[in-house]
């Protein structure tokens, strides 16, 4: 695609970048200008692209908004980085991020909040009458320095919703990719059957633009779809996809998930739901009820999945081989590697790092490995099952042949989110004690609508469709089967 990129408008001088991060505390590093290699005549070239925290750049620290590696620089660009690179882009800086990519707030970050810049692009309210609101997380600093015109774009990891929930609050585009198609080598590891790297901008063309430089196989992923695999999706989705033409979105098949409208949904969102819908329809779309069964099974499997997974990829943070080193207190014995770890993992890890640290070994224990770990692969399996049942296009990577083509649905289309960007802890001291069991639980019940897709794998994008009654961003999402994420991408423009 030919997409023209606004050269943002703060990219001139790094000091305006300085002057507006310092309110938004979206970026944590800001790249020097001499940092900025601009090749011109490349696709990217009038492109400047931030990068969240835990996607290893060599110019520029990684600390993934942990104390544990506030030190660390890495010696290897991450796959995705020198794609970028090669494009031409300017990368801007570090976004801001909760540590580890562990949170939907932003508020687990050694370098402190996000601060939602929607009202300091959209109104005229002077900084301190403004609404703190978060900007979503764990990406709330890629979202934010889109949503602030801190750059073009930005990447970001979505592990369960990382990206499609700071979309959604920021009022900004944010695509999770299909499991698999974007490398992720040289990110850093939260819960690796799940992670996805993806990108956030303000328009769909923008996306697109840098979807298509970064979907290439990458042969040092062990994770990535393989190429046979990839040209087998997009028969598929040539086989069984929409065929529409031109102005007329006519037989389009939009599935509305009747499960994606739970209790906690706030009403607040349902106004630019459903006008996407009407405009929709009025193009010559169907919009077909259907039903995810497993849906409200998803956000427990993925935490005790996700949790599982982290507990193991944290292991390799010890205070010797990597990361903070804390010397034991006097007395304790030093030879000891045990006090070594225990001492540099307390200081090293946030509260919520440790919490998760704590879940998953407990679901990996022999006790607990079959009520809470094979529980939630088998959910897994359901929910992939699920989607699977209402998709027009088959799922190129299952073994179990489906039988509703002709019938089932291109996309899927649900809200984002259950609400628009929740208010900020007022204080440092309330983020930390905030940490009543409701207070955790209501952020994680954030998920409850991003999670399905990362557990089955699937392409999904948030796309901003106006304002809630409170005048707040509203996303919503779009989500394929495994591989189509160019029709995601179109329909996703549809939607805009
Ligand atoms: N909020 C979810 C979690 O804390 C999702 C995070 C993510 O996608 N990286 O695990």
């Not at 979503?136 to 499609?164: F, K």
């Not at 040209?231 to 033409?245: D, I, L, M, N, V």
């Not at 919520?352 to 094979?374: C, H, M, P, W």
Request: proline share 6%; with cysteine.
């Amino acid at each position: 695609g030919s997409a023209t990129f606004s050269l943002s408008r703060h990219l001139s001088s790094t000091n305006s970048i300085g002057q507006v991060n310092a309110s938004v505390n979206a970026l944590i590093h800001v790249a020097s200008q001499a940092n900025e290699s601009r090749r011109s005549g490349r696709g990217l070239s009038d492109c400047t692209v931030a990068v969240k925290d835990n996607i290893c750049t060599t110019d520029m620290p990684t600390t993934c908004s942990s104390r544990m590696l506030l030190d660390f620089t890495s010696p290897v660009d991450a796959t995705v980085v020198q794609l970028l690179r090669d494009e031409g882009a300017t990368l801007v800086g570090k976004t801001n991020c909760d540590e580890f990519g562990m949170g939907s707030l932003n508020t687990y970050s050694v370098h402190g909040p996000v601060v939602n810049p929607f009202q300091a692009t959209n109104s005229d309210v002077a900084w301190e009458n403004r609404e703190r609101r978060s900007a979503g997380g764990s990406s709330g600093g890629s979202a934010a320095a889109v949503a602030a015109e801190l750059c073009d774009a930005a990447l970001a990891t979505d592990t369960g919703g990382s990206i499609r929930l700071p979309a959604s609050y920021c009022g900004v585009v944010g695509l999770k990719p299909s499991y698999g198609i974007i490398s992720r080598w040289g990110v850093v590891s939260y819960a690796d059957s799940l992670d996805c790297v993806g990108v956030m901008a303000k328009g769909v063309r923008t996306v697109k633009a840098i979807f298509n430089v970064l979907s290439a196989y990458d042969p040092k992923d062990p994770t990535a779809a393989r190429v046979d695999t990839r040209h087998k999706a997009a028969t598929a989705c040539q086989e069984h996809g929409p065929r529409h033409s031109g102005r007329s979105l006519s037989g389009l098949r939009v599935g509305i998930p009747q499960e994606y409208f739970p209790m906690e949904l706030n009403p607040n969102t349902l106004k630019p739901l459903r006008r996407v819908l009407e405009h929709l329809r009025a193009r010559g779309a169907s919009l077909i009820p259907v039903s995810l069964p497993s849906t409200s099974y998803a956000l427990s499997a993925y935490y005790v999945i996700s949790s599982a997974e982290a507990s193991s990829n944290m292991a390799r943070y010890d205070g010797i081989e990597y990361g903070l080193y804390k010397e034991p207190p006097p007395g304790s014995d030093k030879t000891k590697t045990a006090n070594v770890y225990a001492h540099s993992r307390s200081a090293g890890f946030g509260k919520e790092v440790q919490k998760r640290i704590l879940l998953g070994t407990y679901a990996l224990s022999a006790d607990a490995f079959d009520n809470y770990f094979l529980q939630a692969q088998r959910v897994r399996n359901l929910i992939r099952a699920d989607f699977d049942r209402v998709f027009a296009i088959p799922n190129v990577l299952s073994s179990t042949p489906q039988n509703n083509f002709g019938e089932g649905v291109h996309v899927l289309l649900h809200p984002s989110a259950i609400r628009t960007a929740p208010p900020l802890p007022s204080l440092e001291h309330d983020i930390d004690s905030s940490k009543s069991d409701a207070s955790i639980l209501d952020a994680y019940v954030q998920d409850v609508l991003t999670v399905p897709a990362s557990l089955a794998g699937l392409p999904a994008m948030s796309v901003p469709t106006g304002f809630g009654e409170d005048g707040w961003p509203v996303g919503v999402s779009i989500v394929g089967q495994w591989g189509c994420d160019e029709m995601v991408i179109d329909i996703g423009r549809e939607c805009e």
